[in-house]
């Protein structure tokens, strides 16, 4: 047991200390963290190294990462982000999806002269592109959120979404189907309809269960209990499916689906990351272990021909889609470049194809290397479509960043909907700027949703809550949190990480403003300051005073205010400030009676 053990953790460190060089070093150069682990894992792995085997057992965990990718795509699914997209994702995505998948198939048929279901269950695969390669690359050049990022976007979510259909599609076709429905000699009508009454059933265990559930766990605010749920939301979906013998990718999907357009989809979707990312590395890692570079060393001249092939064949039919529905050559160009790599879900269908009898294991080996062959060309083929940005459009405009947001628009983040916050959201609103609301008090949320505000659950103070609720592409961060909650060191952690937003606070008073002076703040309120100056102007103004001295009132107590604000500050003791507030307002009040006398 002991010698178990200790080889268990001799891997791990073998692993996590390969992956972390080749990840660094492929990120040095540009070359992005999916190469990194495809071969970081060949390397470490049996073909090489021999350091580390039994790859099929570490990819069988590691495919939860390909469940919580899922699971994750589910819970972008937000219905007004797929409306406004409708016409890219189904129309760009399906478009692409069929093109690609049937031509790179007939190519197989034609030029391997595989049967036509063999040629079908690898081709239609080999239409996909890598959403897990893709979209952190054009996160990183800044892209993702222009016109030519959010038509990938589309595609990419459409081959997310055709993966239950294809999985479908390749157990329909396979000669041994698994999993219960097949052993129970179910034909494919009763298969579907088990489909849809499981998908019917998560839905409602979704609305019935899961939403008051983690309505409880909010008003309890336990964050490990999050993370908890969260975790066992994705798993126990993906097991009651793969239960069914149906796909544990659709039932993490569905999961997604049912609580995207709930408040706690951002907190979920921040405490389920870290899991996401690390199992998705591991899923690399364990595909370049399994890579058989003897099957490429007997048929490099096919392996390489095939990857060419897979290549050119999408890039020049995306180019086709792109200028049909009026794409400048040089963006539709890119876009093919783009997305021209095989995915990550094809080593799914092409196990599944293997199982089901439809291809044999060699084939499954070969066709595998070659998409990993054309992954590793996407960073060299992200470098060549960097290049070939669309100068201008057909409008006479360049192409810019598109100000929308993430999936619910937002141009600003405002965390904290108490009485302040919703002040300036309403403002803010009132103005036609999109807002993203965050706060952490479950009751206050239900009363948003009663007026039809949408508000979502979460600690605002948290930086990986702060970028999945959309701060990247914000132009404002506002935290109108109440009390003495915020701290210098969040404030630089949040300017470190969103420099591209405005950063405004609610200061709970002068105390808060001095302790906050250092912090990269674009602008701050003190909680009471403006209303007590309205109750005093009107105070005033009930006494007679004219206009013009009340103005002039104002005026000398804000001179007089930042002076006493500035002193204070460059004292830096808040002990001492504190002091020196009630000796400087004592000061100020003598000299504006002398002024008066005067």
Known sequence: MEHEGASVLRDGVLLLGFALAFVLLFRRFGLGATLGYLIAGAVVGPQVLGLVGDAQQMITVAELGIVMLLFVVGLELDPSRLWRMKTAIFGLGLAQVAACGLAVSAVIYFAASYPLAAALAIGLPLGLSSTAQVLPMLQSSGRLRTPFGERAFAI?????????????????????????????????????LVTLAAIGGLIAAGRFVLRPLFRLIGNLNEREMFVVAGLFTVLGSAWVMEWLGLSTALGAFIAGVMLADTPYRHELEADIEPFRSILLGMFFLAVGMMLDLGAIAENPLFV??????????????????????????????????LLSQGGEFGFVLFTQA?????????VSSLFGAIVTLSMATTPFLMMAASRMRQP????????????????DGANALVIGFGRFGQTVAQLLVAAGVRVTLVD??????????????????GDGTRLDLLRQAGAGESNLVIFAIDRDQLEPELLHGVKEAFPGAGIYVRAYDRRTLIKLSAAPIDHSVREVMESAVAMGRAALDGLGV??????????????????????????????????MIFTQQAADTEAMGRDEAG
């Open 304 to 337: 390489i021909m095939m990857a060419i092939a897979l290549i050119a064949v999408k890039s020049v039919i995306i180019l086709g889609i792109g200028l049909a529905v009026g794409m400048a050559w040089r963006s539709a160009l890119a876009l093919g470049l």
């Open 354 to 362: 293997r199982e089901g009898g439809l291809i044999s294991g060699e």
């Open 392 to 407: 201008v459009s057909k409008d006479g405009e360049r192409e810019g960043p598109s100000l929308r947001g993430r999936s």
């Open 546 to 579: 004219s206009l013009t001295e009340i103005d002039r009132a104002e005026s000398i107590f804000r001179e007089r205010d930042q002076q006493r604000l500035q002193m204070q500050t460059e004292a830096g003791d808040l002990r001492a400030a504190k002091d």
């Open 440 to 457: 952490r008090d479950v009751e206050q949320i239900d009363v948003a949703q009663e007026f039809g505000s949408k508000v979502y659950y």
């Open 156 to 192: 990419l979510l459409f081959q997310d979404l055709s993966i239950i259909p294809l999985i479908t599609i390749v157990a329909a076709m396979s000669a041994d189907q698994v999993g219960a429905g097949a052993d129970a000699g179910m034909p494919g009508w009763q298969l579907a």
